[in-house]
């Protein structure tokens, strides 16, 4: 049975959380703003400094409608139904976009879920999107809301948590993993899902389910003080938040691109799309040159990268590439493990590069293996 997938599905690529959503009928901000010049290719539709007139909701949908075009869609479909890559949750969903505030799901967007395959996109954690593009973003996720918004009760939840655990292990694990993290959906432990999630949202969330999705309702299953439980036991797991993270360089700034720049080169099939992991390290091992490309947002690869890989974000690939030698092989990765990687591949395929592949099962099966990582490591 697929079981609190809901309070994933909440979540932008897997990671929207929860917060709780005023009465008030859905409508995008009306402070967002932009200026032509601002709209350029692999740049912020908006940045802190815009200082053109607001834009009327229509526009404001619109620029939102590019942005999910460029960051989004890969993972959530075009259409919002999600599970394009990664288990990305449905965003056209009015379960969820009910009860989540654009507050909630703006700063969801910039924050992002930490040690998760969502990335935080805001500027300030090294990502391309600022708060009104992140506005601009909500506006266009708005338009997929059919239903009206509703209002939850005020609920804090008092429970046990050793008897939520209970619950959890027959109802959640599965999809969830041990204790909220590492399974096959979101992982409930995150710092910033729960520092964000209402514990009316979350039982609410669990009571509801999610239709259309993994998420089965579970309010006839479960009595209320089960579902406090559950609350209670999901929120005692809750993880630390990250220490603060040093960004990589940005375009122009690269170092030490080569790996083994003395070696020789790979054993690599040429004309391939994908390279097995176990394959690329056996070949790192014999001191073969090559460069190793996280193709994620810059805070991901801040959080946790593979050892002698540069950042390149997927879409910012030519702003970097005058930095990265044609006469080597590349990999490319990302977490999902295809969505990003691929793209970062295809963009240096399509500026000339001829020896690129994408490293087939991403950074997590990498870390999972042993091979060396640097920043972090540790699993949701």
Known sequence: MRTLASIALVLLSGCIGTCERTPAPPAPAASASASASSVAKNTPLF????????????????????????????????????????????????????????????????????????????????????????????????????????????????????RGATLYEKH??????????????????????????????????IEQGRSGTPMPAFGDKLSKKDVDDLVVAIRSWRK???????????????????????????????????????????????GASMIIVDARAPGDYALMHVAGAISVPFYMVEQYAKEIPKDRYILTYCACPHAASVKARDALRGLGYKRVAVLDEGINVWRDRGYPVRGGGTKP
């Not at 590019?66 to 259409?79: I, N, Q, S, T």
């Not at 288990?87 to 056209?92: F, G, I, S, T, V």
């Not at 603060?244 to 080169?265: D, H, Y």
Request: charged content about 25%; proline content about 7%; hydrophobic content about 40%.
């Open 172 to 205: 959640c694990v599965k999809c969830h993993g041990p204790k909220g993290g590492g399974g096959k959906y979101n992982a409930l432990s995150n710092h910033e899902l729960l520092s964000a999630a209402s514990d009316a949202f979350l039982a609410t969330t």
């Open 240 to 286: 630390a938040p990250e220490d603060a993270i040093e960004l990589p360089p940005k375009p122009g700034a690269l170092k030490n691109v080569v790996l083994n720049p003395r070696g020789k080169q790979p054993a690599f099939p040429e004309n391939v799309d994908y390279i097995k992991v176990d394959v690329v390290k056996a070949e790192l091992d014999k």
């Open 47 to 162: 940045g802190p400094k815009a200082d053109a007139a607001p834009l009327d909701a229509a526009a404001l949908a619109d620029r939102g409608k590019e942005l999910y075009g460029r960051y989004c869609d890969f993972c959530h479909g075009k259409d919002g139904h999600g599970y394009a890559a990664d288990e990305a949750p449905a965003l056209a969903s009015d379960d969820l976009l009910g009860i989540a505030s654009d507050e909630y799901l703006r700063d969801a967007i910039l924050k992002g879920r930490p040690g998760t395959t969502m990335s935080a996109w805001g500027l300030a954690r090294g990502g391309p999107i600022g708060a009104d593009d992140a506005s601009a973003l909500v506006a266009f996720l708005r338009a997929w809301q059919k239903r009206p918004a509703s209002t939850l009760e005020d609920r804090k939840s008092e429970g046990d948590a050793a």
